[in-house]
């Protein structure tokens, strides 16, 4: 049972273009999310995240976007930068004493200069 | 640099062999996380430590263990091994305070084969 999903397995963007990337979850009890970069050969980087109790997180170029009705989130990239290709994968948390995080299978983005 | 230490990164190995997967946390942090990657695939949350304690326990088969250590870096053990277990494993550590939500910082991974 995928609880986390990404239905887009890549995406291809122009240098300077927003880049949204998008993410649905289905379990109502998940309320934080995050989302994480990964490059080959490394481990998943922490990017950004938003708790159930807003709609938009904003960190400089990245902003995250919250939409519990229809349980989607979506991060943009403004403005993408070649350096932002990557794989990002987005993650969902239930607050408890355990911190568990369920990943979905990622969206690898390019950003062609 | 997330300030996690995975040793080792590579890893080849025959089926029906054991093998060990060390950890090492951020300073500081008390919790950690293994995860295992497959070809493709998102990131499956196996088990976590805290404090030397077990915490939370995901998928993870029979064949599988894992411990936290005193010095609080933790070993994945692996036996019996089967071509199916061939992935990438990720450790990730956290303060793990009360309120639940800190960051999980992960380490580079160690990319087991097994043939």
């Known amino acids: 049972d995928q609880q986390v999903k990404q239905n887009s397995p890549s995406l291809s963007v122009q240098e300077g273009r927003i880049s949204i990337l998008n993410c649905d979850y289905t379990?109502?009890?998940?309320?934080?999310f995050l989302w994480y970069k990964k490059y080959p050969a490394e481990g998943p980087t922490f990017l950004i995240s938003?708790?159930?109790?807003?709609d938009k997180n904003e960190d400089g170029r990245f902003t995250v976007f919250l939409n519990k009705c229809a349980k989607h989130l979506s991060l943009h990239i403004v403005p993408s930068q070649p350096g932002d290709s990557a794989v990002y994968f987005c993650?969902?948390?239930?607050?408890?004493?355990?911190?568990?995080?369920?990943f979905g299978q990622g969206t690898t983005l390019q950003v062609k200069p | 640099d997330s300030g996690v230490t995975q040793t080792p990164k590579h890893l080849i190995t025959a089926t029906g062999q054991r093998v060990t997967l060390r950890c090492s946390p951020r300073?500081?942090?008390?919790?950690v996380y293994w995860y295992q990657q497959s070809l493709d695939q998102g990131l499956q949350f196996l088990i976590q430590?805290?404090?030397?304690?077990?915490?939370a326990k995901g998928n993870i088969l029979e064949r599988f263990s894992a411990q936290q250590f005193p010095d609080l870096h933790s070993e994945l053990n692996l036996s019996s091994l089967e071509l199916g277990d061939s992935a990438l494993y990720f450790c990730?550590?956290?303060?793990?305070?009360?309120?639940?939500?800190?960051?999980?910082?992960f380490g580079p991974g160690t990319r087991l084969t097994v043939l």
């Open positions: 430590y805290y404090n030397g304690e077990e915490r």
């Open positions: 938003i708790s159930s109790i807003k």
């Open positions: 300073s500081g942090d008390l919790s």
């Open positions: 990730a550590s956290s303060a793990m305070t009360r309120a639940g939500t800190d960051t999980q910082y």
């Open positions: 379990n109502s009890m998940f309320d934080y």
């Open positions: 993650a969902a948390r239930r607050s408890s004493n355990t911190g568990k995080l369920i």
